[in-house]
């Protein structure tokens, strides 16, 4: 983070922790700023539409903007500098701009994407209501690990809906369906680099509908708001972050596992090398289904996978 980011970063994390008023003084102290830098950063977030009370006693936050790069920071238990645009062609793209200058545990948030995709190059309808984010990140992993990330981010976004209030499930290898049906709620779509052996960078880009009415959206598709569920975009998109921040990648498999809804189901994957159809029995580290056919169990790293039928 530059220097002044890093500050108001900080300034943010002590005003969300802190249990009452909280004094210029003690702010400048904690944060290694002068007082009037403090009061500074203070006003920026009231203009950001941040209600802060100030009084003899000190600073307190009373109410936060519904979106934006400050109210999704404000109280955010994970690492990532966040960086909001009103509206973009692709917070994946962004992100890659920012990786190729060297910047890395960003996270990057648009209100509205106009070129939206999602993998195989399908397009990805992004209206104003949903969240549109992409993580970028330098994990240190080998590249062939790069799929786990991608499992990880979906167990994020399930987990965030849940705690919405809406059943959501995972389709392998990256869909959030909403329970009992096949409608989509969100989608991941990772990208990486790598540098020999090791991964460059991450970008783990997330498409979630959130609030957005169910009737603008294609066929196929529907909404955490359409499912009767918390439209706050604030919070959602904070849980996915931090969810998958604190997802361990040698762990992510089991979670995944918990949360889906292709195994045992009858699946039909297309792969670069042909057609696989059976039972969808397990999934394998980093994130390749495991399909049992008639001619034996195949290992499927890629594909285009449908549900046909109940085992």
């Given at each position: 983070?530059?220097?002044?980011?890093d500050?108001?970063?900080?300034?943010?994390?002590?005003?969300?922790?802190?249990?009452?008023?909280?004094?210029g003084?003690?702010?400048?102290?904690?944060?290694?700023?002068?007082?009037?830098?403090?009061?500074?950063?203070?006003?920026?977030?009231?203009?950001a539409?941040?209600?802060?009370?100030?009084?003899?006693?000190?600073?307190?936050?009373?109410?936060?903007?519904?979106?934006?790069?400050?109210?999704?920071?404000?109280?955010?238990?994970?690492?990532?500098?966040?960086?909001?645009?009103?509206?973009?062609?692709?917070?994946?793209?962004?992100?890659?701009?920012?990786?190729?200058?060297?910047?890395?545990?960003?996270?990057?948030?648009?209100?509205?994407?106009?070129?939206?995709?999602?993998?195989?190059?399908?397009?990805?309808?992004?209206?104003?209501?949903?969240?549109?984010?992409?993580?970028?990140?330098?994990?240190?992993?080998?590249?062939?690990?790069?799929?786990?990330?991608?499992?990880?981010?979906?167990?994020?976004?399930?987990?965030?809906?849940?705690?919405?209030?809406?059943?959501?499930?995972?389709?392998?290898?990256?869909?959030?369906?909403?329970?009992?049906?096949?409608?989509?709620?969100?989608?991941?779509?990772?990208?990486?680099?790598?540098?020999?052996?090791?991964?460059?960078?991450?970008?783990?880009?997330?498409?979630?509908?959130?609030?957005v009415?169910?009737?603008?959206?294609?066929?196929?598709?529907?909404?955490?708001?359409?499912?009767?569920?918390?439209?706050?975009?604030?919070?959602?998109?904070?849980?996915?972050?931090?969810?998958?921040?604190?997802?361990?990648?040698?762990?992510?498999?089991?979670?995944?596992?918990?949360?889906a809804?292709?195994?045992?189901?009858v699946?039909?994957?297309?792969?670069?090398?042909?057609?696989?159809?059976?039972?969808?029995?397990?999934?394998?580290?980093?994130?390749?289904?495991?399909?049992?056919?008639?001619?034996?169990?195949?290992?499927?790293?890629?594909?285009?996978?449908?549900h046909?039928?109940?085992?």
């Amino acid at each position: 983070m530059s220097g002044e980011r890093d500050t108001r970063r900080r300034l943010l994390d002590e005003l969300a922790a802190a249990t009452g008023p909280i004094s210029g003084p003690t702010l400048a102290d904690r944060l290694g700023v002068s007082r009037a830098a403090v009061w500074k950063q203070i006003e920026a977030l009231r203009e950001a539409g941040f209600e802060v009370a100030s009084g003899a006693d000190g600073y307190a936050v009373r109410s936060v903007p519904d979106y934006g790069a400050d109210a999704i920071a404000y109280g955010l238990e994970a690492p990532y500098a966040v960086e909001f645009h009103d509206r973009l062609p692709s917070t994946n793209d962004q992100a890659r701009e920012r990786a190729a200058t060297g910047v890395s545990d960003r996270l990057v948030v648009a209100g509205e994407q106009t070129g939206g995709r999602g993998r195989l190059d399908r397009t990805w309808d992004s209206p104003p209501g949903g969240v549109y984010a992409s993580l970028l990140l330098a994990p240190g992993r080998p590249t062939a690990h790069a799929p786990v990330f991608t499992l990880a981010a979906a167990v994020a976004v399930t987990r965030a809906c849940r705690a919405a209030g809406v059943d959501a499930v995972i389709k392998w290898p990256n869909d959030v369906l909403l329970a009992g049906s096949e409608r989509k709620l969100a989608g991941v779509l990772t990208e990486m680099e790598g540098e020999s052996d090791r991964v460059a960078w991450l970008i783990v880009g997330i498409g979630a509908n959130v609030d957005v009415a169910g009737a603008t959206l294609p066929e196929g598709a529907t909404s955490v708001r359409a499912a009767g569920g918390d439209t706050d975009r604030r919070r959602f998109c904070q849980r996915v972050v931090e969810t998958f921040h604190g997802l361990d990648p040698d762990a992510v498999l089991s979670a995944w596992r918990e949360h889906a809804v292709t195994l045992g189901r009858v699946v039909r994957v297309e792969t670069p090398g042909g057609t696989v159809e059976g039972e969808a029995v397990d999934i394998e580290f980093p994130g390749a289904l495991v399909v049992r056919t008639d001619d034996g169990e195949r290992v499927v790293h890629a594909g285009d996978c449908e549900h046909l039928r109940p085992a």
